[in-house]
């Protein structure tokens, strides 16, 4: 069963999908949930709250199901090409995430407004991270790719593997900058699809691309990717 925060997320995003932001109503999300509109306030404290946890909530699902693409897979290249795949998927089901991924927030969707500085801090953990604000797309990005790279890091020291054992040059500074660049390609190039599609999948692309020679040695991108 539903805690009542996830409730009213549910029933602001199932507003969403019918409304624009502006017409969604904190009456109406609450009274969907079969909450009070006072249980609405506790939780997110305004409108403009509400639209933050649900961002923040978009973010941490696509983050959990990125991990969730790359675990289930053994070969390199499948996890990227299967996370690159998904998220194209994902983000043309999912507005809030096509956003965050894209940069490119319309009138409908809840552009979370910044919490003003003078504004005391929630009493609800779970908003308070909420309202240090959603990741900027580059960060996005670079939180995807670090985790691609972790992923396949430890995947390289499981028993079975045919690395293990042996010197992990993605720890070194130029092996560990490739495998940098082919995580980040994979996402970049799943995103130009999603917002340029062209053909039936990604994954083709995805797959010449992050298996391609790469034609000089690579520095190690910065931390916040694409933000520059």
Known sequence: MPTAREALLDAGLSALA??????????DVASA???SRQTLYNEFGSKDGLARALVRREVDLYLRGVE???SERRDTVDRLVAVAEWTVAEARARPLLRALLTG?????????????????????????????????????????????VAALERHRTEPGHPDRGRTDHSRTGAGRAELLYRCELALRLA???????????????????????????????S??????
Request: glycine share 8%; with cysteine; proline share 15%.
């Open 104 to 148: 490119c927030w319309g009138q409908w969707l809840p552009v979370p407004a910044p919490v003003r500085v003078s504004a005391p801090p929630s009493g609800v953990p779970a908003q308070r991270r909420a309202d240090a604000g959603p990741p900027a797309t580059g960060d996005l990005v670079a939180l995807v790719r670090d985790r691609s």
């Open 223 to 228: 931390p916040r990717a694409g933000a520059r």
């Open 191 to 221: 995103l130009a699809h999603l917002v340029a599609p062209g053909g039936e999948s990604v994954a083709p692309l995805v797959r010449t691309a992050v298996t391609a020679s790469l034609p000089a040695p690579l520095s190690a991108p």
């Open 33 to 35: 949930a079969g909450l």
């Open 18 to 27: 019918r409304l624009p932001w502006s017409a969604v109503r904190m009456v």
């Open 68 to 70: 969730r693409q790359l």
